[in-house]
């Protein structure tokens, strides 16, 4: 089935076993709630790390049945999201939620060489689908939230990761747009280069599985009027299933102007770890975080 929404995914997961999702320091309402509604929603079945008075109190207020998750007692932030690393490295897990503790303290513990969840040269990178109301179908983005300034190798991965995402919801061979601030190649430009280079590697299989097509500036790549306007022919622009951004600032302005203008809905993970990492803000929506959760469990091996 090709998810056209995101409201989508939960009938796909509905078809598929039930991943375990184990979230850390889960003391909050909107984790509490995403995670339930996941439960109820039958995608997920669920382990929360905390404090159990505090989770308890939550699951009181907001009338939610606490005897459906395992409850972990942990009342420290840190130590909670090291307990629900190590139930996944147990096999006692298949994604790592993060719950109300900071970014950097949930990615400290993820990146610890010795307890934590990366592989050996991997990259980590957050890779966000949107759904926005202007546009003509799902938006697979990426990196709006953890390399600042990717370089070559990285921009590959974090292409990959897109091009992964995409072939999840159902596209078969995903148009990957690589963005800079022009269509031409433009040698003073870094951007416009590797985006160059990444095209090329698209057309001689290096990079499999997807349509590459770059240097692309925005307009371009989200219209097919500008791409007509501008005589630029190409698969990929006007209809573009994947961005790629040249810098965290790029990727993170443009994230938050769907959301904040445009009103788009988001699912949001980390790829790159032994398992999918769901990386909200803590101010998100319920509805935001229940998304990111089914977009990891459509993603979980």
Same mark, same amino acid.
């Given at each position: 089935?090709? /998810?056209q929404?995101?409201d989508?995914?939960?009938?796909?997961? &509905?078809?598929?076993? &039930?991943?375990r999702l184990?979230a @850390?320091?889960?003391?909050?309402?909107h984790?509490?709630?995403? !995670?339930? @509604?996941?439960?109820?929603?039958?995608?997920?079945?669920?382990?929360? !790390?905390?404090?159990?008075?505090?989770i308890?109190?939550? %699951?009181?207020?907001?009338?939610?049945?606490?005897?459906?998750?395992?409850?972990?007692?942990?009342?420290?932030?840190?130590k909670?999201? @090291?307990?629900?690393?190590?139930?996944?490295?147990?096999?006692?897990?298949?994604?790592?939620?993060?719950?109300?503790? $900071?970014?950097?303290?949930?990615?400290?513990? /993820?990146?610890?060489?010795e307890? *934590?969840? #990366? +592989?050996?040269? @991997?990259?980590?990178?957050?890779?966000?689908?949107?759904? /926005?109301?202007?546009?003509?179908?799902?938006? !697979?983005?990426?990196?709006?939230?953890?390399i +600042?300034?990717?370089?070559?190798?990285?921009?590959?991965?974090?292409?990959?990761?897109?091009?992964?995402?995409?072939? $999840?919801?159902g596209i078969?061979?995903?148009?990957?747009?690589?963005l800079?601030?022009?269509?031409?190649?433009?040698?003073?430009m870094?951007? %416009? !280069?590797?985006?160059?280079? #990444?095209?090329?590697?698209?057309?001689?299989?290096?990079?499999?599985?997807?349509?590459?097509? *770059?240097?692309?500036?925005?307009?371009v790549?989200?219209?097919?009027?500008?791409?007509?306007?501008?005589k630029l022919?190409?698969?990929?622009?006007?209809?573009a299933?994947?961005?790629?951004?040249?810098?965290?600032?790029s *990727?993170?302005v443009?994230?938050?102007?769907? $959301?904040?203008?445009?009103?788009?809905?988001?699912?949001?993970?980390?790829?790159g770890?032994?398992?999918?990492?769901?990386l $909200?803000?803590?101010?998100?929506?319920v509805?935001?975080?229940?998304?990111?959760?089914?977009?990891?469990?459509?993603?979980?091996?």
């Open positions: 089935m090709a /998810i929404k995101l989508d995914l939960f009938e796909v997961l &509905r078809s598929k076993p &039930r991943k184990v @850390a320091y889960a003391n909050d309402a984790t509490i709630e995403a !995670v339930a @509604a996941a439960v109820q929603a039958g995608i997920v079945e669920a382990t929360l !790390v905390g404090d159990r008075d505090t308890l109190k939550v %699951c009181q207020e907001q009338k939610v049945d606490a005897s459906q998750f395992e409850i972990v007692q942990e009342s420290v932030d840190t909670a999201v @090291a307990a629900a690393i190590s139930l996944i490295n147990e096999g006692r897990g298949d994604i790592l939620m993060k719950g109300l503790v $900071t970014t950097d303290r949930y990615m400290r513990g /993820i990146l610890n060489k307890k *934590g969840l #990366l +592989p050996p040269k @991997a990259v980590l990178s957050h890779v966000t689908v949107l759904q /926005i109301p202007t546009y003509h179908k799902l938006l !697979v983005v990426g990196d709006v939230a953890i +600042p300034a990717p370089d070559f190798n990285q921009k590959m991965a974090i292409t990959n990761y897109l091009i992964t995402i995409a072939k $999840t919801l078969e061979t995903p148009k990957v747009a690589l800079a601030a022009t269509e031409q190649v433009s040698t003073g870094p951007a %416009c !280069v590797e985006a160059a280079v #990444l095209s090329k590697m698209g057309d001689r299989g290096q990079i499999q599985g997807a349509l590459l097509e *770059g240097p692309l500036a925005l307009d790549a989200v219209n097919a009027e500008a791409a007509k306007i501008k022919t190409s698969q990929v622009a006007g209809d299933d994947c961005l790629l951004f040249p810098n965290i600032e *990727g993170n443009f994230f938050k102007t769907c $959301t904040k203008f445009a009103k788009a809905e988001l699912g949001a993970m980390v790829m770890a032994k398992v999918p990492c769901i $909200t803000s803590r101010g998100d929506s509805k935001s975080k229940m998304y990111s959760i089914a977009l990891a469990a459509n993603a979980a091996r």
